[in-house]
């Protein structure tokens, strides 16, 4: 995987969310580190070029709102439903 060493440890975070959970991009911030800026947490989820194998669909807004998604919201939230139901 090509990417800043930032991009690469949110990635390794992102792949430790449990299918069928989500968490807020502040979350996830909070996992790296006390400092780290949700907003760059969000850049790091759409540089990723994997979409499956790194889950970035389970990452939402504060508020539990579907932000942005490299593919399309319509098929985040269907990825989002498809494995809260397994």
Known sequence: MRGTP??????EKLKA???GRTV???ELAH???PLANPRAVANAC????IALAI???RVVRSNGD???????I?????LIRREAMA
């Open 55 to 57: 889950p970035c669909h």
């Open 24 to 26: 807020s991009y502040t």
């Open 46 to 49: 759409a540089a990723n070029p």
């Open 31 to 33: 996992w790296l580190s």
């Open 74 to 78: 319509e098929r985040k939230r269907a």
């Open 66 to 72: 579907l932000a942005g998604y490299r593919w399309g």
């Open 17 to 19: 969310i449990a299918a």
């Open 6 to 11: 930032f991009q690469r440890r949110v990635w």
